[in-house]
């Protein structure tokens, strides 16, 4: 049997058997930019279709600045993008999302951290850290591969904490900014005059010469690695992108990723973090200001991917919940436990795009009460946000995701 078709069982540090698929892996060459809401994004920019329900059973009465779209989306906080995505098969939004009884505790800090690794279970790996461990234990990515992980979000984001897997460190992720400041130049030293770079490695490498020292070898090592890496990011900072972005940190943010991805297909996986979701008063306008800007700048992320042919980048937009749809006094939005996921790219080849998966009702528990919610029809297509981790590993080849996630993967949007 060859072993482009030979299913590979390892144990990885966990205990989980993985089921690891080298045709779908080399196939797909999938390459992940996730983008993470924290704070609960409301669902109703990509959800409008009970609108007339919601305001109707709202305490306090929605404003006059809400547009339906032809498919149920919000024409003023970034539904005139999504439609446009939509039609030219650039987008696919599930909208049942759904936090059921073992999940739904509805506080931020516990279900940012299970959405990103994936899992019930806050303490395991984040669910990047898992594809890479898992990548690494069938030899699918090797110590030459190039930036495999980047962050663009400050700190160590919980999708790649390592838990108790034990990874290489050419397999750590990497942490650059919007502007591609190049995080392996070496820094300002007030002892060196100008030309420092150069004067440290041309110390490094002569007193290499001079020993044998194990020591010296290891610090000459790392001067010629980050060297050679400082070129590597330097030249794909200088590149080009003949598509236009907005001047904001979503547009920044979004260019610079796909710009590091597009140019190393060694970048397997990417995360962003932008903030600022948890509307519990205010919201109308500022929640419909942030989606559009998110969704001008997701809008010209795929038209880059499509000026660069590139099919195999794909961006993932989810958060830890959605939102209570009344309207309280405040005019903003409480804790709910629906929410949509959002997945964009240039028609990936292992993504059915165009489509709209789910479909929901309103119901208030209480007549008198300020409780409205969505949620998802019977007989609804519906997920736990554990299944979003579940269909990512699975483009990567991983067989049996749910043995680490407890959740099927979203099948109706895989090829």
Known sequence: MKKSFLKLIVLATTGFASEFNQTVFETNSAQVLAIFLPGGSSQLAGNLTNFADINRLSENSYPNSFTVTENGFWKEAGGSDMEEMLASKQLTVVRTIFRGEESNTRSHGIQIVQNQTGSLNAEKSGFFADILNILNQNSAISESVVLPALSFTGGTPIIYHKGDLNLPSYLNFSTIDSNLDNPYSMR????????????????????????????????????????????????????????????????????????????????????????????????????????????????????????????????????????????????????????????????????????????????????????????????????????????????????????????????????
């Open 188 to 415: 300002k030293n007030g002892y060196l005059e100008d030309g420092e770079d150069e004067m440290l490695q041309s110390l490094a490498d002569r007193r290499n010469l001079e020993t044998e020292n194990a020591l010296f070898e290891k610090a000459s090592s790392n001067f010629v690695i980050k060297r050679e890496l400082a070129t590597f990011v330097d030249d794909i900072a200088e590149k080009e992108v003949s598509t236009s972005f907005p001047n904001t940190i979503y547009g920044n943010s979004i260019k610079s990723a796909l710009k590091m991805m597009v140019h190393n297909s060694n970048s397997k996986l990417g995360f962003i973090e932008f903030g600022g979701w948890d509307d519990h008063s205010g919201a109308v306008n500022n929640y419909k200001s942030r989606m559009y800007q998110l969704f001008e700048a997701l809008h010209s992320g795929v038209e880059y991917l499509k000026s660069e042919r590139n099919r195999k980048i794909s961006i993932w937009v989810f958060t830890e919940f959605g939102r209570n749809v009344n309207l309280n006094d405040s005019l903003g939005w409480d804790h709910g436990n629906i929410f949509n996921l959002f997945v964009l790219g240039n028609n990936p080849t292992y993504l059915k795009m165009g489509k709209i998966v789910g479909e929901t009702e309103i119901f208030k528990p209480e007549l008198s009460g300020n409780r409205v919610y969505m949620k998802p029809i019977e007989n609804s297509e519906k997920f736990e946000p554990f299944s979003i981790a579940s269909t990512i590993e699975k483009i990567f080849g991983i067989e049996n995701p749910h043995l680490l996630t407890g959740e099927i993967a979203i099948k109706s949007i895989l090829k």
